[in-house]
Structure formats: C-alpha cells, structure tokens
C-alpha cells in the first residue's frame, strides 16, 4: 500500500518557471524525503526532511513540511530542461528502514 | 563499485519461467532493500537485509519470490513460475547505515524492467 498521495500527477511548465509539486500522507512520521527518477532510471535523493522542521533549501529545491495537515511540498525554482523526471515523497512511517512512497508527479520542462 | 549495480537491465521471461535477479550494491552497505515499482506507481517495499539477514520479507507478494544475501553483499531476488502480474520494475537499494530510513542514505541501483509475456 502507498502512504503518500503526490500531486499534481502530471506538471507541464516552461524553462525557467517555477515548479511546484504537494505530497500528502497519512499516519504520523519522523521524516519525509523527495527523490527524482528520470525515465528508465533509479530513484536519486533529494532532500530529507525532519518532523520537527518546517522548511529546508538546496540549490535550487525548497521543500516545506505541514505535519499538522500531513503535507509537503517541492518547489524547484527556475527550472531546467534536465529538471525533467518523476518526483517522489517517501516516509518511515515509524519504521526505522522502511519507506512508504507516494505514486509520483510527472514534470516535464519544455525548453 | 561507484554504486548499486542491478542485472540484467531488461528481461522478459514467459509466463511460468523462472527469474533470478541480481543486486551489487555499494561496498560495506549494511543495508540491502529490494522494491517492485510497477508503471506509474512509486515503489512498493520487498524485503529488507541487514548484512546477511533478511530481518522483513513481509512485502513479497507470494510464495513465488524469494530473496537472498547469502554473504552479506551481493543479493539475488528469484521469481518462480512467473506470471503477467509480475511484470514490473525491481529497484535494489543499498544503505551504509542500519536505520536508514531516519537519515536518508539510501542508493538506488537503476532497476530490472521484468516484462512478462
């Protein structure tokens, strides 16, 4: 079963905007990560955030956390045709290795 | 090696053929993870290895998967009798660190796409 709901599941945006992808899961966790997959290719690790942070930035991704409304959100600032690939949220879901993953929002940049 | 190597890259196997799947995962990695993504979908967990011990297998879908790390390193999933359902790809992931899943770390091989006809 997959814990995390990402949305939206497909985002279409111009090179250089902005792009921003929400996931939204269900029971309580530790820490919720972000990972991107480019087609045909494995899983690379973005970011992890703790429950007990609101905000956290690199490079160019801002990820938010909302444990009160169980949701998180992927901003990837001035977006690259190379940003292009499917973004996934994973959390522990109180398990120490474990990950319950979401089903993923398709980015295409068009340049 | 540099990372966590999975082969083959592609099979496709008839329905009822027997499948063996390999995962080198990086060396010293305590941790070894097996996930089924089918398309479209994210991951769905398999199994999890701390060095030789395969500690949770509650994610193998039937008695038809099997998996083993007979020497704490490299892993093999094997799927008997395989069937169209199957079809799918399998990502291994390999963490230096027991409790990965609070510290991140983990890294992903590029998967098999198993393709059952």
């Known amino acids: 079963s997959q814990q995390g709901e990402e949305d939206p599941q497909a985002l279409s945006i111009q090179e250089g905007e902005n792009a921003t992808m929400n996931c939204s899961y269900k029971?309580?966790?530790?820490?919720l990560q972000w990972y991107r997959q480019n087609s045909g290719r494995g899983l690379v690790h973005l970011i992890l955030?703790?429950?007990n942070e609101r905000e956290k930035h690199s490079g160019r991704l801002r990820v938010t956390l909302d444990t009160s409304k169980k949701s998180s959100s992927l901003l990837i600032t001035a977006s690259r045709a190379a940003d292009t690939a499917s973004y996934f949220c994973?959390?522990?879901?109180?398990?120490?290795?474990?990950?319950?993953w979401g089903a993923g929002t398709k980015l295409i940049i068009k340049p | 090696g540099a990372g966590v190597s999975q082969s083959p890259r592609y099979k496709v196997a008839k329905r009822g053929q027997d499948v063996a799947l390999r995962c080198d995962p990086i060396?010293?990695?305590?941790?070894l993870f097996w996930y089924q993504q089918a398309l479209g979908q994210g991951p769905e967990f398999l199994t999890y290895f701390q060095n030789e011990a395969q500690l949770d297998k509650s994610g193998l879908p039937s008695d038809r998967f099997f998996a083993e790390r007979p020497e704490g390193s490299v892993s093999t999933l094997k799927i008997q009798r395989t069937q169209q359902e199957d079809s799918a790809v399998y990502l291994c992931a390999s963490s230096l660190v027991q409790a990965s899943a609070l510290y991140g770390g983990y890294t992903f091989g590029s998967g098999t796409r198993l393709t059952v006809v």
């Open positions: 955030i703790r429950s």
């Open positions: 060396s010293g990695h305590v941790s």
């Open positions: 029971t309580s966790i530790n820490n």
């Open positions: 994973a959390t522990d879901m109180d398990s120490n290795y474990q990950l319950i």
